[in-house]
């Protein structure tokens, strides 16, 4: 998601890389979870979040885009994020108790929260967010040991291409100026990078030749 933002008005004013500590350690939540509630169309998935859901709920891609999730338009293209429901507003795998149902297999935008991501020429930073979690005394911890992901370099890697995928096609769209192109393009992500399952092993393998495919489609540099 494309933001303009000061760094200096929402975080302590650092980037840093998944080597370096950071105050974000809330102790397992202890019972909070305020970020899970009331966050609208925020949440938003990406092809590795929701191949992750599929194997961890046992849902098929077309269910869970049913139950769980819903779509709406990011940057131009259409995706999808999870959706909040009930009378607390909050997201559908919330117990009863306030914990996360999900939490091994939980979507990357939740791993990082309160973190976020400063995308610049071809990469990202990470860096943290002072005023988005209601916890305080936070303690340090290791960003690799937060986020919690195997093949942590891999996964920054493809994060990357999906990001800058994104962007690219954001700019063809908008260069082709047709509401109806912009369905096609966006119908053609969803089915290409969301519905269509992934290996079982070798995610990244598959999603490089998604990816190397889009682009020569939609003849992007």
Same mark, same amino acid.
């Given at each position: 998601?494309?933001?303009?933002?000061?760094l200096?008005?929402?975080?302590?004013?650092?980037?840093?890389?998944?080597?370096?500590?950071?105050?974000?350690?809330? $102790?397992?939540?202890?019972?909070?979870?305020?970020?899970?509630?009331?966050?609208?169309?925020?949440? =938003?998935?990406?092809?590795?979040?929701?191949?992750?859901?599929?194997? %961890? /709920?046992?849902l098929?891609?077309?269910?869970?885009?049913?139950?769980?999730?819903?779509?709406? *338009?990011?940057? %131009? =293209? =259409?995706?999808?994020?999870?959706?909040?429901t009930?009378?607390r507003?909050?997201?559908?795998?919330?117990? $009863?108790?306030?914990?996360?149902?999900?939490?091994?297999?939980?979507? $990357?935008?939740?791993?990082?929260?309160?973190?976020?991501?400063?995308?610049?020429?071809?990469?990202?930073?990470?860096?943290?967010? /002072?005023?988005?979690?209601?916890?305080?005394?936070?303690?340090?911890?290791?960003?690799?040991?937060?986020?919690?992901?195997?093949?942590?370099?891999?996964?920054?890697?493809? *994060?990357?291409?999906?990001?800058?995928?994104?962007?690219?096609?954001?700019?063809?769209?908008?260069?082709?100026?047709?509401?109806?192109?912009?369905?096609?393009?966006?119908?053609?992500?969803?089915?290409?990078?969301?519905?269509?399952?992934?290996?079982?092993? $070798?995610?990244?393998?598959?999603?490089?030749?998604?990816?190397?495919?889009?682009?020569?489609?939609?003849?992007?540099?």
């Open positions: 998601m494309l933001r303009n933002i000061d200096n008005e929402i975080s302590d004013g650092n980037l840093y890389t998944s080597n370096d500590l950071v105050r974000a350690d809330c $102790g397992g939540c202890r019972g909070c979870s305020d970020c899970c509630q009331g966050m609208g169309d925020s949440i =938003i998935l990406d092809p590795y979040d929701m191949d992750q859901l599929y194997r %961890g /709920t046992g098929k891609p077309e269910e869970l885009l049913l139950r769980a999730a819903d779509l709406s *338009v990011v940057d %131009g =293209i =259409i995706l999808p994020h999870l959706k909040m009930g009378e507003d909050c997201c559908p795998f919330l117990s $009863g108790e306030g914990r996360c149902r999900i939490h091994a297999f939980r979507p $990357g935008f939740c791993r990082l929260f309160p973190l976020g991501r400063l995308y610049e020429d071809g990469s990202f930073s990470y860096f943290l967010q /002072t005023k988005e979690c209601k916890k305080t005394h936070r303690s340090k911890i290791r960003i690799k040991k937060w986020l919690d992901i195997p093949d942590l370099p891999r996964y920054e890697d493809y *994060v990357c291409s999906w990001h800058y995928l994104l962007m690219d096609l954001q700019a063809h769209i908008e260069r082709a100026g047709d509401e109806s192109y912009q369905k096609q393009v966006s119908m053609y992500v969803l089915q290409n990078f969301y519905l269509t399952p992934y290996p079982e092993e $070798g995610f990244y393998e598959a999603f490089q030749e998604r990816y190397e495919t889009c682009k020569k489609l939609f003849h992007l540099a």
